[in-house]
């Protein structure tokens, strides 16, 4: 049983398209996070936030914007997608001190046409 | 700065024997965390097995065990009895307070019947 959420799991969209990217988390994390990932590759840290109100851009620059209003909420949003958005993406939490790892959610599988 | 490194870009064992996955690390912090995560062609993270960098034994979780080497900074995870579905990606990653986690670039695991 999941703990964490993702919507959707695949899915395929036009250039220029706004979409929003759903993550959810039951375990009252502090902490969640975005990873992009192309298939078998390495995953790179795109956002993270540390509560609610915090968001802080990760290791890898990405278009995308993240907000954090609610503990459990983290969505990630693509104002207008294109093909060089196509990739999977991961979405994680841990508690505050990040010794217990993270839980990542089933992921989202994003191509643009 | 903290770096994990995973020098083995792919891996083949045989059906029912026994495999060993290299990761080492770099931190010069004392206190830390080691983890690895399965990721199947499906695409979740799945956790496997942590060890405390204070642990004085060796993790271990059904056919999971890692191999700590602490004084050489390496963090193997031995799978014992390989089965079809081990084939997957394996990441290697590592914690420090107050700071987000490290991942190496990964393993591929392939089994052969």
Known sequence: EADIYQTPRYLVIGTGKKITLECSQTMGHDKMYWYQQDPGMELHLIHYSYGVNSTEKGDLSSESTVSRIRTEHFPLTLESARPSHTSQYLCASSEYRELHGYTFGSGTRLTVV | ?113
Do not use: H
């Not at chain 2, 004085?56 to 014992?80: C, D, H, M, P, W």
């Not at chain 2, 089965?83 to 394996?90: E, H, T, W």
């Open chain 2, 1 to 113: 700065a903290q770096k994990i490194t995973q020098t083995q870009p792919g891996m083949f064992v045989q059906e029912k024997e026994a495999v060993t996955l290299d990761c080492t690390y770099d931190t010069s912090d004392p206190s830390y965390g080691l983890f690895w995560y399965k990721q199947p062609s499906s695409g979740e993270m799945i956790f496997l097995i942590y060890q405390g960098s204070y642990d004085q034994q060796n993790a271990t979780e059904g056919r999971y065990s890692l191999n700590f080497q602490k004084a050489r900074k390496s963090a193997n995870l031995v799978i014992s009895a390989s089965q079809l579905g081990d084939s997957a990606m394996y990441f290697c990653a590592m914690c420090n307070y107050g700071q987000n986690f490290v991942f190496g670039p990964g393993t591929r695991l392939s089994v052969l019947p």
